[in-house]
């Protein structure tokens, strides 16, 4: 009988505190039956991402209790950061990965949605696959104004499930069901971030760029640099080489190069290989990158007193 698996990748809104991200990725970890397979925080997003996989009975558990310390530990009234957010667990995705379908994991991501409020009174939006909306498909339109705009207009963005108002300090969670993401950046040899801002507008799929692909251009002030930080929601329509060679043929009208790029979180093994990742300049490009591996190497360990250790990367960037 084929093993039932599903991939959980919560972003929550704490990237300096690593006692903070500790805790949650703990209470993931602690889960039975769940395989903690990636953690990375980055400071100037204020922002880290937590990797797991498993059953789905023990990623949704896992899902709830993730949330739950985010809750208690997260105060997003004192949160800087440049990336989108509206929540302390700002955006929970459940990904199929063997044996259980995208409508399995959208039944996933609505029965934890309707457990947060009750038990945390954390108004959800549900986005991609979960979406009870047509207009809430896309992740970028249910979190467009961020925290401090909700919280005083949200009769305007009213959540599917929650309400009449924010949680004080949490603010609101997007929960999904969604296919394998790669999220990407490129690091340009500048610091100016309207190049990277433009850019990012004329390469995006809502820009009429390519297909599958979201951007956003930021600064990273602890780098000094420009980034270019994109999600492939589809690699097999637009995969990381065609978005490094757009961006390099963007950032080449400006005179600016691409200084380097990088992956978050973990990568399909039939997504990069090694000669392509010297092509587009990946710094942190290793097997311990592949999802596939990871996840293979991760399960065989549960339940064994000395679990497999968790990878870090502070000076990445999730999305």
């Known amino acids: 009988m084929e093993r039932r698996l599903i991939e959980c990748v919560p972003n929550f809104s704490e990237g300096r505190d690593a006692r903070v991200v500790d805790a949650i990725a703990g209470a993931v970890a602690a ?18 991402v937590i990797t797991f996989a498993g059953p789905p009975e023990a990623v949704h558990a896992g899902a709830l209790r993730a949330i739950a310390e985010a809750v208690r530990r997260i105060d997003l009234t004192r949160h800087e950061g440049v990336h989108p ?77 929650g ?5 004080p300090t949490a603010g609101a969670v997007a929960i999904g069901a969604r296919k394998l993401l790669i999220a990407f950046n490129a690091n340009l040899a500048t610091g100016d971030v309207e190049i990277a801002r433009a850019i990012a507008r004329k390469i ?60 978050v979180g973990l990568i399909p093994r039939r997504a990069l290989d090694e000669a392509t990742a010297r092509h587009i300049k990946c710094e942190n490009f290793s097997a311990d990158r592949i999802l596939e591996q990871r996840i293979e190497a991760a399960l065989s360990q549960v339940g064994d007193a000395h679990p497999a250790p968790v990878a870090r990367r502070p000076e990445s960037r999730p999305r």
């Open 31 to 48: 889960t039975p039956g769940v395989a903690l397979l990636a953690r990375e925080s980055d400071p100037d997003h204020n922002r880290s």
């Open 204 to 263: 995006r799929a809502s820009s009429g760029g390519l297909p599958a692909l979201k951007a956003i251009g930021v600064r990273l002030e602890s780098r000094g640099v420009a980034q270019v930080s994109m999600n492939l929601t589809d690699f097999d329509q637009t995969g990381v080489l065609q978005a490094f060679s757009a961006v390099q043929r963007e950032a080449a009208r400006f005179g600016v190069d691409v200084a380097s790029t990088e992956i």
């Open 163 to 167: 309400g009449p108002s924010l949680h």
């Open 85 to 161: 957010r509206i929540g302390a667990a700002d955006v929970v995705p459940f990904v199929p990965i063997a044996g259980v379908d995208l409508e399995e994991c959208a039944r996933i991501a609505h029965d934890i949605g309707r457990q947060a409020w009750e038990r945390l009174q954390l108004p959800v939006y549900f986005y991609e696959a979960a979406a009870l909306r047509p207009e809430r498909r896309r992740l970028e339109n249910v979190r467009r104004r961020g925290f401090h705009w909700l919280r005083n207009h949200l009769e305007e963005h009213p959540p599917d499930i």
